[in-house]
């Protein structure tokens, strides 16, 4: 793959990441209003739940924008699309399908 196309997918998935933490973040300004406006009787625990869902959501999406930042790193270092692990090349279909791929398919396999 080529550095170019190594670039445009990087800032395809920032993007997406981004723009998916965005939204999180305007709905849960949204229901935090709903649930302090709501005259009706709820489930007080609710929030506290949807709370603990909603932060493992957005720790997952900031992990992702890491990663992102990793390989871009990687892509300017020259060592974008070879394995952290072991310099093994890291095949262009796995790439395109993570574009953050730090592993081979085998040695994530055997990291699960």
Not at 27 to 52: F, I, K, R
Not at 67 to 75: I, T
Not at 76 to 96: K, Q
Request: no cysteine.
């Amino acid at each position: 793959m080529d550095n170019d196309e190594a670039r445009d997918l990087l800032r395809a998935e920032r993007l997406r990441t981004e723009r998916l933490l965005a939204d999180m973040d305007a709905a849960v300004s949204a229901d935090l209003t709903a649930a302090n406006q709501s005259g009706d009787m709820y489930d007080s625990a609710e929030p506290l739940t949807t709370e603990g869902a909603d932060d493992s959501v957005k720790a997952e999406l900031q992990r992702r924008l890491a990663a992102v930042d990793r390989a871009e790193q990687r892509l300017e270092a020259g060592t974008y699309g070879y394995s952290v692990r072991s310099g093994e090349p890291i095949p262009d279909e796995r790439l395109e399908a993570d574009p953050t791929a730090e592993l081979t398919v085998e040695e994530s396999r055997q990291s699960d």
